[in-house]
């Protein structure tokens, strides 16, 4: 049985940090590209950040150079530390495993304001 049991979110001002974390269970991690998404109210999920098995990153235009996406193969979790936040960082955050299928977590709320 698969699961990310993500971790992290919460309340925070204007211009502050949070680290996200993903624990993964249930896959061979190491072949799984990991990634983050973020869903706001009425807005569609949108990918927030990638990393596949060789390391390889991608980014939202919207956070690039403030967020940074890494995995750590031997733990089986991926992070997304997040600087610098604006209001609009604020949604639902998701970790997502992609290989042949697409696996979800349930979402963590990361809530910027002042």
């Known amino acids: 049985q698969v699961q990310l049991v993500e971790s992290g979110g919460g309340l925070v001002q204007p211009g502050g940090s949070l680290r996200l974390s993903c624990a993964a269970s249930?896959?061979?991690?190491?072949?799984?590209?990991m990634g983050w998404y973020r869903q706001a109210p009425g807005k569609q999920r949108e990918l927030v950040a990638t990393?596949?098995?060789?390391?390889?990153?991608n980014y939202a235009d919207s956070v690039k150079g403030r967020f940074t996406i890494s995995r750590d193969n031997a733990k089986k979790t991926v992070s997304l530390q997040m600087n610098s936040l604006k209001f609009e960082d604020t949604a639902f955050y998701f970790c997502?495993?992609?290989?042949?299928?697409?696996?979800w977590g349930q979402g963590t709320q990361v809530t910027v304001s002042s």
């Open positions: 249930g896959i061979t991690f190491g072949l799984y590209t």
């Open positions: 990393i596949t098995i060789g390391g390889s990153t």
């Open positions: 997502n495993a992609k290989r042949i299928s697409n696996h």
